[in-house]
């Protein structure tokens, strides 16, 4: 690693983090990205979540290996506890690496620490260390405020829902009720938690305690998580059940606990169907996904029209995080 990346390094997050810090503070955001990979010889992803920082490195055919890449870590964060003054107790790292499978949200070897985060007037829980990725993703910041804005009086149904950071969206724009589904008991749990962390009341019910048909329909009124399968859930759930939808689907999944792979690419426009059938007469799906190759495939019936350059926040400027549709019936 030579002096002139070391410097070029600290002088790129010097400059982003007052650019970036300056135009947060404006907004009122207090969770946003610092960093993206600007720097070649720094492959990292650097995020602001209030007091602490999460590094994503990512592997490349020039990472280290072993105790040269252990001095290479605490180089960054070194690095970067100077340059944005916190402390290096607050610098929380992890690996990424291309994968595919369920790895997406994957738990890892370290023990996690919680803490609860804001944005947009509303509470999050994150965890630090113990996942792969914290609990609420910042590049559909924009989005969940899009779907809070069209959510009031709404049943809103939210797939592949991961925390339920959009459920939560979608309770505070006032909507008629919230279904939240994700296969992860895990993840079933910690949307629970962020209901609780705004006051909203809401009801679990795990995949191992269906009992009646009762248990997987959709609420007049409140708040329902379910620990499910969404694909099952998408074809048992009756007609005409919401009005507006969120879909993010992994890009890849071959979840053991599913009946078949999942691939966004090919089973995009089959899943996509699938749902509106769920959703009533001018009904609303806001689907995304993060394949960078993505491209839409043409949806018969259906009005779809890409919004991701609005989605896009400021501060992943120079990465394109997501594609984002707004999609709803002729």
Not at 23 to 31: E, K, L, N
Not at 130 to 153: Q, W
Not at 205 to 216: C, G, I, Q, T, W
Not at 239 to 257: Q, T
Request: with cysteine; glycine share 6%.
């Amino acid at each position: 690693m030579t002096p002139e990346a070391i410097t070029g390094f600290e002088n790129r997050l010097i400059r982003m983090h007052k650019h970036i810090g300056k135009w947060a503070r404006r907004q009122g955001i207090t969770c946003f990205r610092i960093y993206d990979r600007d720097v070649p010889q720094f492959p990292l992803c650097i995020d602001k979540y209030e007091d602490f920082i999460i590094v994503s490195e990512y592997r490349t055919s020039k990472t280290a290996e072993g105790d040269e890449h252990d001095q290479w870590i605490d180089l960054c964060r070194q690095i970067i506890a100077k340059t944005l003054s916190v402390p290096i107790a607050h610098i929380d790292f992890r690996m990424r690496e291309r994968k595919k499978g369920s790895s997406q949200y994957e738990k890892t070897d370290t023990a996690g620490m919680e803490q609860v985060v804001h944005e947009a007037g509303l509470k999050f829980q994150i965890q630090l260390s113990a996942y792969l990725d914290p609990g609420l993703f910042l590049d559909h910041r924009i989005t969940r405020g899009m779907v809070r804005e069209e959510a009031k009086g709404k049943r809103c149904l939210n797939l592949f829902a991961y925390t339920g950071s959009f459920s939560v969206y979608c309770a505070a724009g006032g909507s008629a009720s919230t279904t939240t589904v994700d296969l992860s008991r895990t993840y079933c749990t910690w949307a629970m938690r962020n209901f609780t962390l705004n006051d909203f009341a809401a009801r679990i019910v795990f995949d191992r305690d269906h009992k009646e048909a009762s248990d997987l329909l959709p609420l007049k009124n409140g708040n329902l998580v379910l620990q499910r399968d969404v694909l099952d859930f998408v074809d048992d759930c009756p007609p005409s059940s919401f009005d507006l939808a969120v879909l993010d689907p992994p890009s890849f999944s071959n979840s053991k606990r599913m009946a078949a792979s999942f691939d966004v690419q090919r089973d995009h426009s089959d899943l996509i169907r699938r749902v509106f059938r769920l959703l009533s007469p001018g009904g609303i799906l806001y689907f995304s996904n993060n394949l960078t190759t993505f491209e839409l495939d043409t949806l018969p019936g259906l009005v779809a029209k890409e919004i991701t350059s609005q989605t896009v926040p400021m501060d992943f400027r120079n990465k394109r995080p997501h594609r984002c549709y707004r999609i709803l019936r002729k």
